[in-house]
Nanobody, 126 residues
Framework: QVQLLESGGGLEQAGGSLRLSCAASGRTFSVATMAWFRQAPGKEREFVATITWSDSRTSYADSVKGRFTISRDNAKNTVYLQMNSLKPEDTAVYYC???????????????????WGQGTQVTVSS
């Protein structure tokens, strides 16, 4: 089992920045890839970014490319999402996800991930 705990959400003005953290615990040695997804009210959960655990290969959704950066600190078993130039349409609950087993980059489907955090709310005001 892998447990994921997100933090760092909050209320920010458009154009501002926030950094989300996702701390993994449990069988972290089995983690191959981690990702961030988000879900806005009334919408499907959508892919934001992913990073491979061993060599930090990254992939982003077009909607956040150039504004968001995913990174990881293996020593702390933590993944981060630095969000800059925030827009009101970035408002959502942000979820951390972990894939165990085979490492792969660019996995944007929810079904590719085995464990999920509880989510952290990000609200961007205009």
């Amino acid at each position: 089992q892998v447990q994921l705990l997100e933090s760092g959400g909050g209320l920010e003005q458009a154009g501002g920045s926030l950094r989300l953290s996702c701390a993994a615990s449990g069988r972290t040695f089995s983690v191959a890839t981690m990702a961030w997804f988000r879900q806005a009210p009334g919408k499907e959960r959508e892919f934001v970014a992913t990073i491979t655990w061993s060599d930090s290969r990254t992939s982003y959704a077009d909607s956040v490319k150039g504004r968001f950066t995913i990174s990881r600190d293996n020593a702390k078993n933590t993944v981060y999402l630095q969000m800059n130039s925030l827009k009101p349409e970035d408002t959502a609950v942000y979820y951390c996800a972990a894939r165990i087993g085979i490492e792969a980059v660019g996995l944007s489907r929810r079904t590719s991930y085995d464990y999920w955090g509880q989510g952290t709310q990000v609200t961007v005001s205009s």
